[in-house]
């Protein structure tokens, strides 16, 4: 018969695993954190909706007698101007309300046209492998290798800043993040059994790429889609900051970042507020995506 | 000397719905920086036979020998380097992309692994039903159809709309097999269709790739390494050797009077539960089996055979008829 004190010896050797209590714990913590992002983003997203009927007042209204007002809890500051007023006067509040809109838009209109070159070329060049490969991989190299701004840069200048622009110009230069994911899958899709069977079955190229391979990359790329959206937003505004973005007088967080940095030393809010946006809408996006990557994770799954 | 492929003799009766002849498939090994070609791999050199209409041929080998590279070309899901693959007098291997329609709908594959043959992500009912519905091979309901093949190989039609992964292995298989019965084949490749099955399941599967061979009568090649479960199916055996076919025979004749040194040996290999039957030599194979990046000349077999003299070493055998319809490729046929 064992002592009682090899029993008190097992339990303490299995103490040091994690209890269920403790696993729920973490796994709340990280949802916690996703569920954050999910709240800044429905915030952001209802705001650039219904911007119309939350603003205050018109973007783009100026009032000479009423610039670089404090905001309105401070001396000086008046009601209706809650956070104040810019250089020429224009309600700092609306602006960055509008802003959301041109960041949303930006955002998901730069990744969708890079998602539909970059999954397209991935497909393709995975798919088929060889020569195609090879050309593809190399482009997508020649693009990493090149400093994202002075391409983005030379292609707006010579398109010329607009909206539209903007959105090719991200677009064009972000792609070969998704072209290096679909590949790399792909590749190791097309030998699997089902692929071969989907062959054997005289399917068509496109209906195998899309009906069978594409559907089985969708957990990694919408992972990849939502730290996209908060990089391309961060990329216009860098843009827009640098004078090639969104063109003012259009509300840009980008834009007035740029125009905020002339009043900085003594109206630090000019700059600093629109740059609090930028940074909790992609904060934001990519706690979701984190939490995202972790729920369609298998391995975090278990755990 | 590898041109003028020897052609597997035929019992008299029947069509050939199937001729393979001289088929190689060579796969480049890609070397550095710029991709040279640094050799190949001889996955498939020279290897001819024939199949009849309603005819079942097993093929078997250690693995690596081949013969799954020999089922891809026969759908031509790989492109043989040489070599012709007449169905029903058609050279598929010529065979432009568009025109392989036809064939495609003739000949279906099953797959070794009953996990990555289903794609995971569409749903039984598509996965059964999805060549149907875009050939458009049923006049009613592409549906009802996939509830009579789900029917016809045991699987309850009410799951239809699941997922794979909520089947076991043996009901994964079942529905590689409805697929591949879903158009209507002329020819069934089995690729190993039960090597990663429980043994209890085995037999079912087996059962079930009877059943329907009565019911529709197709021509099979079954692929296994396994003599055991080739006998059980086949007509007709191959026993493939790195490469190569060193014997063709009726499924009596290769068991019953084994030709060839390597045969004997796999024979040899298949624990025997028949009380009285004749001691066999106990000897085993020593030794693995060469590299097919640098095949040994002469005969493939000869580093591992009991029976080599010199001339194997230097000259290679080719497939020669030792009785009618017995075919071995061995300068000393059942002289061990």
Redesign the interface.
């Given at each position: 018969m064992p002592p009682p004190e090899s029993t008190s010896a097992v339990e303490e050797a299995l103490d040091p695993l994690p209890r269920p209590a403790d696993l729920l714990l973490r796994k709340i913590w990280h949802l916690r954190l996703g569920v954050l992002g999910a709240f800044l983003i429905a915030g952001l997203v209802f705001i650039a909706v219904f911007v119309p009927y939350v603003s205050p007042h018109d973007p783009y209204e100026q009032n000479i007698t009423a610039r670089l007002l404090p905001p309105s809890w401070m001396e000086g500051g008046r009601p209706e101007y809650l956070l104040g007023t810019d250089h020429v006067g224009r309600d700092l509040f609306s602006r960055l309300l509008y802003g959301s809109r041109i960041s949303l838009t930006v955002g998901l209109a730069a990744v969708l046209v890079q998602v539909v070159i970059g999954i397209a070329l991935g497909l393709w060049a995975g798919y088929y492998g060889g020569a195609a490969d090879?050309a593809v991989s190399f482009m997508v190299n020649v693009m990493m290798g090149f400093p994202f701004i002075l391409l983005a840069m030379s292609l707006v200048v010579v398109l010329g800043p607009s909206l539209q622009n903007i959105i090719l110009a991200l677009g064009l230069t972000g792609w070969p993040v998704f072209t290096r994911v679909t590949r790399m899958e792909t590749l190791r899709l097309r030998e699997?059994?089902?692929v071969?069977?989907?062959?054997?079955?005289?399917?068509g190229v496109p209906?195998i790429l899309l009906?069978?391979i594409l559907?089985?990359l969708?957990p990694s790329l919408l992972v990849l889609v939502t730290f996209e959206v908060a990089r391309a937003i961060i990329r216009e505004s860098l843009l827009s900051f640098l004078g090639l973005g969104i063109q003012p007088p259009t509300p840009s967080w980008g834009t007035m970042l740029a125009e905020g940095r002339d009043y900085m030393l003594f109206e630090w809010r000019l700059a600093a507020l629109p740059g609090l946006a930028i940074f909790l809408s992609a904060m934001g996006i990519n706690l979701l995506g984190d939490a995202v990557r972790d729920l369609t994770d298998p391995h975090m799954r278990k755990s | 000397m590898t041109g003028a492929a020897p052609r597997p003799g035929l019992a008299p009766r029947g069509e050939n719905l199937l001729a393979v002849e001289g088929l190689k498939m060579h796969f480049p090994i890609r070397k550095g920086l710029f991709?040279k070609t640094g050799g190949y791999v001889y996955a498939v050199d020279g290897v001819s036979f024939e199949i009849q209409a309603g005819e079942t041929l097993g093929l078997v080998g250690e693995s690596g020998c081949g013969k799954t590279t020999v089922g891809?070309c026969l759908?031509r899901?790989y492109e043989p380097t040489a070599g012709r693959i007449l169905f029903d007098g058609v050279d598929i291997t010529r065979l432009p992309e568009r025109r392989?329609?036809r064939f495609?709908?003739q000949?279906?594959?099953i797959?070794?692994?009953p996990y990555?043959?289903?794609?995971?992500?569409?749903r039984v009912r598509d996965i059964i039903g999805?060549?149907l519905r875009?050939?458009r091979l049923c006049d009613g309901d592409w549906r009802e159809r996939v509830r009579e093949l789900m029917l016809e190989v045991g699987l309850p039609p009410d799951l239809m709309a699941r997922y794979p992964h909520e089947f076991s292995g043996g009901q994964r298989q079942r529905i590689?097999i409805a697929?591949a019965l879903a158009?209507s084949p002329r020819l069934i490749v089995a690729d190993e269709p039960v090597s990663a099955l429980d043994v209890s399941i085995q037999a079912q599967v087996i059962n079930l790739l009877e059943k329907l061979k009565r019911r529709y009568s197709p021509s099979c090649l079954v692929i296994a390494h396994d003599l055991a479960v080739v006998e059980h199916i086949s007509d007709r055996i191959a026993v493939m050797y790195l490469g190569k076919l060193v014997e063709v025979a009726s499924d009596t004749a290769l068991i019953g009077r084994p030709a060839h040194p390597y045969t004997q040996a796999l024979l040899r290999a298949v624990p025997q539960a028949r009380p009285g039957a004749k001691k066999r030599r106990r000897s085993l194979l020593t030794g693995d089996v060469p590299s097919p990046i640098r095949p040994p000349p002469g005969c493939r077999f000869h580093p591992r055979c009991p029976a080599a003299v010199p001339r194997c070493r230097t000259e290679e055998p080719l497939l020669a008829e030792v009785e009618p319809g017995h075919w071995a490729a061995c300068f000393r046929p059942g002289g061990a």
């Open positions: 090879s699997q059994e089902f071969l069977a989907a062959r054997s079955l005289a399917l209906r009906g069978h559907p089985n969708l | 991709g891809r759908l899901l392989l329609l495609r709908s000949a279906q594959m797959f070794q692994d990555s043959s289903l794609n995971p992500r569409l999805e060549a875009v050939h590689g697929r158009m």
